[in-house]
């Protein structure tokens, strides 16, 4: 919980700033914040909404925005929270404020910052319930997703302490008395703009780096879930990291165009949409900026019919609706070759029993994230089934009781599907899951490899030769085998490839060094003295 701070705590905090910082907060009408208790249960109508707080310089400040966006509990639709569009002067004063900081920061000694992100790491886990809560009451996670969602951004703040191997040099006498010798060097202010789906998890993707290679950051939380955005700048702080290292800003268009055309910003993160994303990486590039942008998918999995029935099963539900199938890696089209159709039968039945609730009673998933998605999906099912596909297991308006007004979608199973229906054109993004009956392994094969996106792809299957061709064979970047969701561990990083990514080196795992860092080479001569 953040202390309330008094007019003397924060004119220290003032007096701590540059001039200009101090001029800018003087004039504005900022006033210190509290973050709000941590939820343990839905809104209800008496539900007053909090303030999302803008984090510049180790402060929590109400922003002095003209314009805020209501951020709503997904179980309740009751507004929750609301969040700014940061102001010009509040995004410049983000960028001012890491930039100077920068300046100190990188000649922290990569000891001192090795010991901040093991310090980091240590308080995201004590810190695990409060960030999960904060998931589950403006993202809509069940409990249990939301906590995986934090383990899985700690794993990676784990790899980051690996920073002293993954940045080590190369040393070489060139020539008597000649050597050269290659540093890795931190690059300057980091701007990442964040999605919804997993509001923990991805900002662990970059801000345990950027602490240990001596980086600093203003980093853009997404609007529909901002509340977890403010608490892991409130750990860094915890942890001991410098004021100003990391920085929080809010907003929509205005941010991101900030972020991607300011020259103080040196590269750029990004994971969300095609549209979005595309726009980010064109304009930040374009501006000299390193950019890695992670985009969109279409991920199938292929059934063979020697499959082991209850990994299979298994893996259904993990692969289409964990996090409400709102997960980049989530398995959209299911093709069962020859007669692996004989599973149908037992997929219908364990996706009907799967159950959708609200995120504190914690069921197999929760609802989506806003009414807007909700709307979509029932459109894309009514299209499936306008063009002849069957409805296996039908989700829509399936609503737990007493949340009625939540954005829930049940369990959905199309079978029947093909191009030209939505779900089979679209990333859904959703509880939906299509059938496809194939003749024969190489027409999967054929069928992803010319599929545009390269997030993931999975073979179920117990033959060791046929998985082994098909992990050969296909193109995807990611491969599963007997794995619905194969997202690589922290120490071998993201690997997504085609339409899905753009970039040279992909997050977290060892690229993220590489991308934090650039290499400086030193040639050296000390002429040999005669001391006789």
């Excluded at 890696?329 to 219908?348: C, H, M, N, Q, Y």
């Excluded at 073979?459 to 992990?471: E, K």
């Amino acid at each position: 919980m953040l202390s309330v701070f008094t007019k003397t705590a924060r004119s220290k905090a003032l007096q701590a700033n540059s001039r200009v910082a101090l001029r800018y907060l003087q004039a504005s009408k900022l006033s210190t914040l509290q973050l709000p208790p941590v939820p343990t249960a839905h809104a209800t109508k008496e539900t007053e909404p909090y303030f999302t707080s803008t984090y510049i310089n180790g402060q929590h400040y109400k922003s002095d925005a003209t314009e805020w966006f209501d951020v709503y509990d997904p179980a309740t639709d009751i507004v929750v929270a609301k969040v700014p569009q940061s102001t010009d002067a509040e995004l410049n004063q983000a960028i001012e404020t890491a930039e100077k900081a920068f300046q100190s920061y990188k000649n922290l000694s990569i000891m001192k910052r090795l010991t901040l992100t093991f310090n980091y790491v240590e308080l995201l886990k004590k810190n695990t319930d409060r960030l999960a809560a904060t998931i589950v009451y403006e993202q809509g996670k069940s409990w249990s997703a939301a906590i995986a969602d934090v383990q899985r951004g700690i794993q990676c703040a784990e790899h980051a302490t690996t920073v002293t191997k993954e940045t080590e040099g190369f040393s070489l006498e060139v020539s008597n008395d000649m050597t050269s010798h290659t540093i890795r060097e931190p690059i300057g202010v980091i701007g990442s703009i964040m999605p919804f789906n997993f509001p923990v998890m991805i900002p662990l993707w970059t801000i345990p780096y950027i602490i240990a290679t001596g980086n600093t950051t203003v980093i853009k939380p997404s609007e529909m879930c901002p509340g977890t955005g403010a608490i892991l700048a409130e750990i860094a702080k915890e942890a001991g990291v410098p004021d100003g290292v990391i920085n929080i800003v809010h907003g929509k268009a205005p941010t991101v165009n900030k972020i991607v055309s300011d020259p103080r910003i040196k590269a750029v993160t990004f994971v969300g949409g095609n549209n979005a994303g595309k726009y980010v990486y064109t304009e930040a590039t374009k501006n000299g900026k390193r950019a890695q942008v992670n985009l969109g998918a279409k991920n199938h999995v292929v059934v063979l019919p020697d499959a082991d029935k209850q990994t299979l099963l298994k893996g259904v539900v993990a692969g289409a609706f964990s996090s409400t199938g709102q997960v980049c890696l989530s398995t959209d089209i299911l093709f069962l070759v020859g007669e692996a159709r004989k599973f149908i039968p037992d997929i219908v039945e364990t996706v009907k029993a799967l159950e959708t609730k609200p995120g504190f009673q914690d069921g197999d998933f929760g609802p989506l994230v806003t009414k807007q998605s909700l709307e979509r999906l029932e459109a894309v099912i009514q299209d499936a089934v306008d063009q002849g596909a069957e409805v296996l297991v039908d989700g829509r308006g399936k609503k737990p009781a007493g949340f009625e007004d939540g954005y829930f979608i049940g369990p959905t199973l199309l079978r029947n599907v093909k191009k030209g229906m939505r779900c089979v054109d679209e990333e859904l993004f959703g509880p939906i899951f299509t059938i496809v009956e194939a003749d024969s392994l190489d027409e999967t094969i054929d069928y992803c490899n010319n599929n545009e996106f390269g997030n993931s792809v999975a073979v179920f299957t117990n033959s060791g030769p046929a998985a082994n061709r098909f992990a050969k064979a296909i193109n995807i970047g990611q491969v599963g085998i007997n794995v619905p969701i194969p997202i690589p561990l922290a120490q071998f990083g993201f690997t997504s490839n085609k339409a899905s990514f753009l970039g040279d080196l992909h997050f977290y795992g060892p690229s993220a060094f590489k991308f934090l860092t650039q290499a400086k080479t030193i040639t050296t001569s000390w002429k040999g003295i005669d001391y006789k």
